[in-house]
């Protein structure tokens, strides 16, 4: 029987294998992924992932919302479960570890323990959250917020992509809506491993972070109306330019950001012109405001400043200015026993390793509502993601999983 010492380490190799075989899945165009919720290439995924499940011996459950249940038995079948996982599903033009780290290294976590032999008395379930991500349908993290109890089921079904196809008949599309009922499943605790998505952890040199805390979000979906007219007949002085609102807005929401540093950011990176023509001025242009901060006060002031300012700065234009919050959650705090957990697996590893804030919102955010809940990061080059230029090494994935498979470990209780 293996024992959760320094010495026990998982098969890196066998974990960036894996990572690169579900890469050739919903690939890019340039190196990265395109493995939008719901579409054929997300339902491929999944196969696969179910797929090594089964050949590990896990069991598979399925919720209303296609959220993916992996479990290995603990030697107490009344034990709460420990949970570990991420998602699947990619941005438009995504890389290969975002997300996708985070269930893999889960699967290797459970692969490893298979092969020394090790027991839990607390089951481990591994898990692949719906359409994290929120590109092809808004709001980001909806499975997980619906397990949390913060978004309706049927809300999250009726919501609809560009093409206003619609979130739950796509589920049933691609045969992956469960009949197990969200939310009902027990968590003793919830750890997510993700590569950063920013430049601290390689800049300094730190081969993991511990996650005291996520930003909270507010996306401000913003329409501004003018008056559309021909870009070489119209007087300047009599232009309705709706243009003009969101290039103003846009200078507004990072004024907004700057001044509360270090502890925000703010912009607009979503973009819809009407009727986006060469010689017609923007008659409406519908577009988000990201707006991000750790410290609620902060989030709270950048978006009453937003809603304050933006309809004076379209009123002067002569355009209309409406808006509604698209996406929303309050920075999380993760619980202090689930960081310890992971601090001391590094330190017990002999990985440097420094507290982080999460710049991004991930399914730990919600799911630390309802559980126990704390994230690990590994560096990713040039804190670059969202991209299909994205990058990471074997080596901080493998330190990544190592540090997931120990916080996991600790918390499920190794028997002997």
Not at 91 to 104: A, E, F, I, N
């Amino acid at each position: 029987m293996a024992e959760p010492g320094a010495n026990l380490t998982l098969n890196g190799a066998r974990l960036w294998d894996s990572l690169m075989e579900m890469a050739k899945i919903g690939p890019g165009v340039a190196g990265g992924c395109n493995r939008q919720t719901l579409t054929d290439a997300d339902a491929e995924g999944r196969a696969l992932f179910k797929r090594w499940c089964d050949e590990a011996g896990l069991s598979m459950g399925v919720d209303e919302m296609g959220t993916m249940f992996a479990r290995r038995e603990g030697t107490d079948p009344e034990a709460p479960p420990v949970y570990m996982g991420s998602h699947l599903d990619t941005q438009p033009t995504g890389g290969k570890y975002d997300g996708v780290l985070g269930v893999l290294g889960g699967l290797e976590v459970m692969r490893t323990l298979n092969d020394l032999g090790v027991r839990t008395r607390h089951p481990i379930v591994l898990t692949n959250w719906t359409n994290e991500e929120g590109t092809r349908f808004a709001p980001a993290m909806l499975a997980s917020g619906v397990f949390a109890g913060v978004i309706d089921r049927d809300w999250a079904y009726d919501r609809r992509d560009a093409k206003g196809l619609r979130f739950g008949d796509e589920l049933e599309r691609i045969g992956w809506k469960g009949d197990e009922q969200v939310g009902a499943r027990k968590m003793k605790a919830f750890f997510e491993l993700h590569i950063e998505q920013g430049p601290i952890l390689e800049a300094e040199g730190r081969d993991i972070g511990v996650v005291t805390h996520g930003q909270g979000l507010r996306w401000i979906e913003c329409t501004v109306t003018g008056k559309e007219s021909h870009t070489g007949s119209t007087p300047m002085p009599m232009r309705r330019n709706a243009g003009r609102g969101l290039a103003q807005i846009t200078e507004l929401a990072h004024e907004i950001a700057m001044k509360h540093q270090p502890n925000a950011v703010g912009a607009i990176g979503h973009v819809d012109v009407f009727p986006n023509s060469r010689n017609i001025i923007p008659g409406k242009v519908v577009f988000t405001i990201d707006i991000r901060s750790h410290v609620l006060e902060t989030l709270l002031a950048m978006e009453a400043e937003i809603m304050a300012r933006a309809p004076a700065i379209c009123d002067a234009l002569g355009c209309g200015f409406e808006s509604v919050i698209s996406g929303q959650f309050d920075p999380p705090a993760f619980d202090p026993g689930c960081v310890a957990a992971v601090r001391a697996a590094a330190e017990r590893l002999g990985y440097s390793h420094r507290d982080i804030v999460s710049g991004a919102g991930h399914d730990a955010c919600w799911v630390n509502r309802v559980a126990p809940t704390a994230m690990i990061m590994c560096p990713c080059v040039d804190g670059l993601s969202h991209n299909e230029a994205e990058e990471i090494t074997q080596d901080w994935a493998t330190k990544g999983a190592n540090v997931l498979l120990h916080a996991v470990l600790e918390t499920a209780e190794v028997v002997g």
